[in-house]
């Protein structure tokens, strides 16, 4: 069975382009607004409720709490997530976002059962929740639930379209807003017209009289299973955006108003932060005479204050970056809005590490460590790692058997709990790796120097030691505080030629310095045993579930730091090997802190899939005839590999089901156990473990150091730690919510770096397979660059197109124009792993690009 599409003339949509919103209201926002009281200046926005009012509601079940989180292609359309885990709730709106920012906890309250949005009118169309359609998470897509009419008249429903606006979208590095097509017509009534003028969204027409959808049904009427619940803020219960945006500034457009005099108007570059009053006073002098001098010149607002009865909030600017489209000025940015504290360490911070230099371990700490300084100890990192944390060291015994050691830096023993220092770093959370340099979580001179284990140097660390059989079962384990020597900084290419090259004698020319007390045969042995060991590791753990995507990386100019050219990093053996080891030490450590101290450990979760969506991922696996086990991590992952022959795109398919099955996916998460009392939620998904942390990486984040201290209190080495469950709880949040947004700006990073790059080395040509398809528009991963693109129907040269489903398969069929009068119409099939061609291009704006098809003629 197969339900296609109306086409709509999309260029007949008058939205607003590229704008960031005012408090323009929806449908839905219509509803909420106060009614103003005579001669008081209209309100926009409810007034919030009281704390004590909030509370009580929570209480009772009145009210529900979550992150806000804001569809950066579509800013109308929020959602917070539903308690029960079920469908997330709507928030249809502006106004009913009630000046809540992007990340918020807010509280809301759900709006009547008549007012919630319709997913699936009539059992049969399946269309609103083909999760794998589009980048946005199946909640986003939907239909319109009708409005009552303005009297409560639910016969004279408003008409329902949902628009797919592709707005310029600051999240996903998006094209221009696209006036795509109005998605789909649920309900026609008479006075049609008079509402889409209303709605200020010009005439909207069909190709097919006969293709007028079933009336949607009255939400009143309808099982739950076919709604999605909506709701409006009532209260902001933490701010957690940054209330720090980049964009920039304009003069009022009407010059004879008082405000003109006073103000400019603040547009961010990231439209789901409102646009702001800004004070003259704060523009550049020459701002008013010269404003066009301006025009490509980013600045940094925080927003200070949105009131009740303004469409417009109130900003600071806070400094001038610079050029739009350059790299620093963008680089800061990013890390403003994100909240990175990209500031110099202060002096008490600074006071708090060793003041002489050159430092060595005194006679009095040797003697309370475990002396490994002789033994075979290495690190294996990126070539350009300058925070070396992790060593490892494999010995074989006379048994047979193997001693393995996982060796950490000891950054628990400069950074004391509750100094000026511990505080730094509790706040950052987390180093946070651009392209181009690194914002550290410690200082320098512990993150390079006294804490790295760089090479034929004295380090204190914090060692997890096994004795394992050459399959990998573990016979015994050893945690203590130890001194090491490292023998050799390895990077991820020597270890791999050596795992590669089994009996390949190295010239010391071919790998780094190492050691007079150790050779490179014994080195290699080590990493060939441990390579060994790795992958018995790794099937008993019924292969690693995580679900991985390749990232991009730069070579840059060393004189100009600019992008010269990019390719995508591989992780291959050596990768896992290294990887295999830190794991078994975070999960060694998990159980050892969880045992000693059952309500302070700090352990790190990966609740499963979301059902809803994972349900929607296998009925479309089904009808694609994809059979993949869904039943845990380690069979999915296992189905994914034997799903795909050996050919050369068998990879890249990999990838694109990767990325849909990453969207069920939840993030893991930090947590104290003694919050959660249900120790079956402590599971890791991806993973497969019942416990786990994170101990291995303390130089670059802040739960490793606390975990740290909680395993050294476990071996009686230092006293308790001084945090109660709660304040470890906090810190687990804190932590969750620095990764989150260090995540974000490593990805807007490299989205920065590869616009530069289209924009000085492109156009630039690749193959390309479809990963998604809409009505109008389609989502490609980019063989060659790994990156994922938008290409949208009506930027292409074709006489027309055709959008159908077969199931839950969609299809589009695309009618090229003849390139010559005389030729025929060329006709191309797109559906999920076409292989296509796309010519990557810069758009002449600051960092955006377009990508575009190429017609068949021209393709191989």
Known sequence: MSNSDS?????????????????????????????????????????????????????????????????????????????????????????????????????????????????????????????????????????????????????????????QFDDDDAEHGQDHLQDTLARDIKTLSL???????????????????????????????????????????????????????????????????????????????????????????????????????????????????????????????????????????????????????????????LECLPQGLPWVISPGEMAKRRDLRKECIFTIDPSTAKDLDDALSCKQLPDGNFEVGVHIA??????????????????RATSVYLVQKVIPMLPKLLCEELCSLNPMRDRLTFSVMWKVTPEGKILDEWFGRTVICSCAKLSYDHAQSMIENPGKVFSPEELPPISPQHSVAEIQQAVLNLHHIARHLRKQRFIDGALRLDQLSFTLDQESGMPQGCYIYQYRDSNKLVEEFMLLANMAVAHQIYRSFPEQALLRRHPP????????????????????????????????????????????????????????????????????????????????????????????????????????????????????????????EHCNDRKMASKRVQELSTDLFFAVFVRECGPLESEAMVMGVLNEAFDVLVLKFGVQKRIYCNALPLLGFHFQKVGRKPELTLMWEPERPEQESVSQEITIFTLVEVVLRSDGVPLKYSALLKRPSAQK
């Open 7 to 163: 086409r709509i003339n999309p260029r007949q949509l008058g939205t607003p382009r590229g704008g960031s919103y005012a408090a323009v209201p929806t449908s839905g926002d219509r509803k909420n607004r106060n009614k103003p009281a005579r001669g008081k200046k209209k309100s926009i926005f409810e007034a919030y409720m009281s704390k004590e009012d909030v509370s009580a509601g929570l209480k009772r079940g009145e009210l529900i709490q979550g992150p806000l989180r804001i569809n950066p292609k579509k800013y109308h359309e929020a959602f917070i997530p539903s308690p029960d885990g079920t469908r997330d709730i709507f928030i249809d709106g502006v106004v009913a976002r009630n000046r809540a920012l992007n990340g918020d906890i807010v509280v809301v309250r759900l709006l009547p059962r008549e007012q919630w949005k319709v997913i699936k009118p009539d059992g049969g169309d399946k269309e609103t929740e083909a999760t794998h359609e589009s980048d946005v998470p199946e909640d986003m897509l939907g239909t319109w639930a009708p409005r009552e009419a303005a009297k409560g008249d639910a016969k004279s429903p408003d008409v329902i379209i949902e628009a």
């Open 410 to 427: 000891d950054v628990s023993y400069f950074v004391l709990e509750e100094t000026a220092l511990d505080r730094v770093a509790s706040e």
């Open 191 to 349: 006075d049609t017209a008079e509402k889409v003028k209303a709605a200020g969204m010009g005439a909207v027409h069909r190709t097919k009289q006969e293709e007028v959808p079933k009336a949607t049904p009255d939400p009143k009427l309808l099982p739950d299973k076919f709604l999605q619940r909506t709701a409006k803020v009532v209260y902001i219960l933490e701010k957690k955006h940054s209330r720090a945006a980049t964009g920039f500034i304009k003069l009022l457009a009407d010059k004879n108003s008082e405000l003109f005099k006073k103000c400019a108007m603040f547009s961010p570059v990231d439209h789901r932060v409102p646009r702001a009053y800004v004070s003259l006073a704060d523009c550049p002098s020459d701002f008013v005479a010269r404003p066009e001098d301006y025009s490509n010149m980013l600045f940094i607002c925080r927003i200070v204050d949105w009131k009740e009865d303004s469409n417009f909030a109130s900003g600071q600017l806070a400094k001038s970056l610079g050029q739009a489209g350059e790299i620093e000025p963008e680089t800061e940015g990013i890390l403003t809005e994100y909240g990175v504290d990209f500031s110099d360490f202060s002096p008490e911070a």
């Open 609 to 732: 899939p979301q059902s809803k969506l994972l349900n929607d991922l296998m009925e479309f696996c089904h009808q694609v005839g994809l059979e993949i086990d869904f039943s845990s991590a380690g069979s999915l992952h296992k189905s994914l590999n034997e799903t795909f022959g050996a050919d050369k795109y068998s990879e890249a398919r990999k990838e694109v089901l990767t990325n849909m099955f990453s969207r069920p996916m939840q993030m893991a998460l930090y947590f104290c156990t003694g919050v959660l009392k249900d120790e079956t939620l402590f599971r890791h998904y991806a993973l497969n473990v019942p416990f786990y942390t994170h101990f291995t990486s303390p130089i670059r984040r802040y739960a490793d150091v606390v975990v740290h201290r909680l395993l050294s209190a476990s071996l009686g080495i230092s006293s308790p730690i001084k945090m109660e469950k709660e304040a470890i709880q906090r810190q687990a």
